[in-house]
């Protein structure tokens, strides 16, 4: 198998490079400083912002979506490329819209796509997506953020959580229930973030950064032409959305290979009773087992994008990825942590803090990458499916 890029492709690596090389700070971590260090943060924030309008300049950030829209027209093999080199720096850019403005490519009307899908591709809008409710992650029949039909539009009522970064969004895509009576009863609806009848309330995940949000709906008025797809049929793009989500686990495993480097190079570097870490056989077996899972998940992402390039099912692939991928980087935290001894727990502002402190941050975060956009046993069920071992739907 040829996994090389093309000439062009790789032309258009080194352009990231150079992009990502002139954007971001010199030896940037990629870890928001969390609220003890706000104005850190609030620095961290601002990079994100910056990073996201810029990378809409350059059509970066649709770059497959069609030119119409605001996109770029590119073959998947350089949405990879960007969002290879993206992931491997920590960069802070790609988690604020792609989503939403898949789904509304796919089944949104051609004013939405217009209204929508260009300023996301513009970098000028960030969005957020709103899907699991305190008694409906894994079991999204269960959804009860209330939509009713008046004259003029939608009403809403009800609650989301853990929606990641809803209060730096302008639009929530949510999932709202139109028919009590059915549990397919889902409808998508885009809402305006500052509407009305809006509240936010910042929950912090187990790294202390307050990334995710409840949000509540109260009495919330929404135009029917913010409607994406039809009504009633919101659980199809659901389902969809989670499998554009399980494909992120790709990305985690771009910045566990960087990780990796950085233990490689640590181990080098440090002298144990004389002789350097890396003569240790345990810790030279457990940095090439990381190797090992490390290069397996990318072959696992070389199959899922030539899938996707050649329009071939991706449910089962992606699947695999975000199961192993998210694993994998919990094995970079806890090889990072064994290897580290002491010095491993230690924040960057720490004088002995090695690796800028990174581990510590990597260990605690990679915990939920086997939760979010679904969790191992959810994508174990896929692998399970249709594409996969064929089993028959769970009942
Ligand atoms: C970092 C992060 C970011 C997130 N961002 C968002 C976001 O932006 N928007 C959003 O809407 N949600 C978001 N979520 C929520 C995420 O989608 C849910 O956590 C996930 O769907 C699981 O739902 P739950 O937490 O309610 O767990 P539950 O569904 O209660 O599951 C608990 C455990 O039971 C298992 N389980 C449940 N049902 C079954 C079954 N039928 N068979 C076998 N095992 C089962 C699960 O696999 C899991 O291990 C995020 C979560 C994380 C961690």
Redesign the pocket.
Known sequence: MDFRYTAEEEAFRQEVRDFFDQELPPGFLGVDPGPEEESRSQEYRQLGLSMWRKSGDRNYLGLTWPKEYGGRGASVWMEAIFMQEAAYRGAPVMDMAPASAELILQFGTEEQKRRFVVPIARGQVKW?????EPNA???TFNIQLKAVEEADGYVLNGQ?I???NAHHADYLMVFSRTDPNKHMGLTAIVVDARSPGITMRQIA?PTGIPA?CEVFFDNVKVPRDNVIGQKNGGMHLLLHAFGIERSYGLLTIYNAQRYLEQLIQYARETMVDGQPLCQDPLVRSRLAQLAIDIEVCMNLGHELNWLAANGQPTVKASAQIKILGGQTCQRVGNVGMQIMGLYGPLDEESKWARIGGRIKHTYISAL?FT????????SKNHVAGREGLGLPKQV
């Open positions: 957020a997506t709103g899907m699991s992650g894994t079991d989301k853990w929606t990641s995940q995710f939920s939760l979010a956009g679904g969790t191992t046993e959810t």
